[in-house]
């Protein structure tokens, strides 16, 4: 239970950042109290009593007045009115990636002191550390900071891990972010606690954080008026299949790791865990092709790699299929007219509907340019569904150049399996393995399975009402957090 004691409101210029006193359930203001049930020593934060969250929520009404938003763009359209009236506000941002650095710039353009809690040591969040032979996969042209331009000594269309990752810094050094971020401070829970007056935003988000590193070991509790969610959706929460009793990956003799523990290793340690194995590889998405590219590239024809998937998938071969980036062509305002979308109009769904034709015709163009590119015909790898369909859900992945030569010459192998299970010596194959047939046999399983982000995003509340508000229900067709 926390208590404010005095007037807290710097809007109202009645008391200052720090002029606060807090009790945690009952204990004395300010200081070191242990708290129920966290276990670990608690200090205080009195500082910046006020601020709020990528819009914000009043729990005492049936719907939120502003739904948390993890990236800024919904939240600077629907809340720029209320940021003016709120300034002096205190705004907590959870996430230091390339999201969590603009709401940063942002809050402080707008005359704001943002806190930036980061649970890692540095900034860039998935460009921190990713497999040796990632690349951006978006032309530079199109991923770049609208205020700050890449340096000239990047000249690649499609620039290393290292040098988005360098820019991703200087970045933040160039607008001064850092010294408002919090390293190796993870936040583990937030909670909104509803002020004295049944007024909109009276309330206040308590962040409770768990501060790591080499002098402190400790949980500490923040109050916000604001929240901006940054944390990003393709990292910490592993996206790991369901099995049956004894037949998940306890039942298998091998190893079984996600693509982010292959991410997280030191590429000399990554190539040493493939080199010489029987490696199968689940998922055919972008960290699927990256890493059986590096697994054949490791072991060649003598350890064919296995490319386990379920569903065939556009894959692009580059976003610049005839010198002109992809996402002209479909992520245009034109072309958001060709699709339909919940909620709209009348006339633009009639719309939509008269340009069906064009939709199709440009799809078709753009899958046989496909097929003919990567051989999908000849593998068996034609989806089922359209290109529009797979570019609409934003999933479009670029296939790493030479992939379908290693399929060639079979130092990758395409296996489809609607599911999968675990046995002792490798894996058994949907539909395909019975008592008398041999399973798959194999020595790792990297699972490319993707993310939670919507669990991650969930479980950051504490309160159940919150965890639904943000997620959403699974059937939407837009769920929140895109
Ligand atoms: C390997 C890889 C390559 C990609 N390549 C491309 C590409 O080429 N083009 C493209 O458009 N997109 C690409 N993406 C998508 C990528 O996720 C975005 O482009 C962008 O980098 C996401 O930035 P973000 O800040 O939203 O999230 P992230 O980069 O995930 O950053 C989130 C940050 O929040 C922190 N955090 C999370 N939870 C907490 C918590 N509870 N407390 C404190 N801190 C927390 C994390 O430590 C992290 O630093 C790629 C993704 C991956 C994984
Ligand atoms: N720039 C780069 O080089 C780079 C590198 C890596 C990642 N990324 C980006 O990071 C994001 C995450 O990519 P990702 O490849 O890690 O994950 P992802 O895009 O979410 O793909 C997950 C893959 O796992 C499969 N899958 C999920 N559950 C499964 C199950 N139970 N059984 C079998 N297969 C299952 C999916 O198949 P279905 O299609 O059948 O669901 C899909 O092929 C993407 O945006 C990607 O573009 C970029």
């Known amino acids: 239970m926390v208590e404010w004691k005095g007037n807290l409101d710097p809007v109202e210029g009645n008391g200052a950042p720090g002029s606060a006193e807090m009790c945690i359930d009952g204990l004395g203001p300010g200081g070191e109290v242990s708290s129920k049930g966290l276990g670990r020593p608690i200090k205080v934060n009195t500082q910046g009593p006020q601020l709020l969250l990528g819009g914000a929520v009043n729990p005492s009404q049936t719907q939120p007045t502003h739904l948390v938003q993890p990236s800024l763009g919904p939240l600077i359209g629907d809340a720029k009115n209320m940021l003016a009236m709120e300034k ?190 029987q490696v199968t590889v689940v998922g055919f998405s972008k960290s699927a092709l990256d890493i059986a590219m590096e697994c054949s590239e490791a072991n060649g024809l003598r350890n064919p790699c296995t490319v386990l998937y379920r569903t065939e998938q556009w894959n692009v071969p580059d976003y610049l299929p005839w010198g002109v980036p992809l996402t002209y062509l479909y992520l245009n305002r034109f072309s958001e007219l060709l699709v339909r979308k919940p909620g709209e109009s009348f006339l633009l769904s009639l719309l939509a509907t008269m340009l069906s034709p064009l939709r199709w015709g440009f799809s078709k163009f753009v899958e046989s340019h496909i097929n003919k590119k990567h051989r999908l015909t000849k593998y068996g790898m034609v989806p089922k569904h359209s290109f529009v369909q797979q570019i609409s859900s934003c999933l479009v992945t670029t296939v790493p150049e030479k992939f379908y030569d290693k399929v060639e010459e079979g130092s990758i192998i395409l296996k489809k399996s609607p599911s999968f299970s675990f046995c002792e010596e490798g894996i058994s194959v949907d539909g395909e393995t019975t008592s008398t047939t041999t399973p798959l046999k194999t020595d790792v399983v990297i699972l490319a399975t993707g993310f939670r982000g919507d669990k991650k995003l969930k479980d950051i509340f504490v309160s159940r009402v919150f965890q639904d508000y943000i997620a959403g229900s699974p059937n939407e067709a837009l769920p929140l957090y895109r």
């Not at 002191?113 to 951006?136: Q, Y």
């Not at 690649?156 to 971020?181: G, N, R």
Request: aromatic share 12%.
């Open 88 to 277: 002096k506000k205190q705004i907590g941002i959870i996430g230091a990636g390339i999201s969590g650095l603009i709401a940063c710039k942002y809050m402080l353009s707008k005359g704001f002191d943002p806190i930036v809690f980061e649970a890692r040591s540095d900034v860039g969040g998935v460009w921190i550390k990713t497999i040796e032979t990632t690349r951006l996969q978006s032309p530079r042209s199109l991923y770049q900071f609208s205020d700050f331009p890449w340096p000239s000594s990047v000249t690649e269309d499609f620039p290393t891990q290292d040098q988005v990752f360098d820019y991703i810094q200087s970045y933040a050094q160039h607008f001064d972010l850092i010294k408002h971020i919090r390293f190796n401070t993870k936040v583990v829970g937030i909670e909104y606690e509803q002020g004295l007056s049944d007024k909109d935003l009276e309330g206040k988000w308590k962040v409770v954080v768990e501060e790591n590193n080499t002098l402190n070991n400790s949980t500490e509790v923040h109050q916000v008026d604001f929240v901006i969610l940054c944390v990003g959706r393709f990292s910490d929460v592993p996206n790991i299949p369901e099995f049956p009793l004894n037949k998940g990956p306890e039942a298998f003799h091998g190893k079984v790791i996600h693509s982010m523990d292959y991410a997280a290793m030191d590429y000399e340690s990554a190539a040493n865990f493939v080199k010489g194995k």
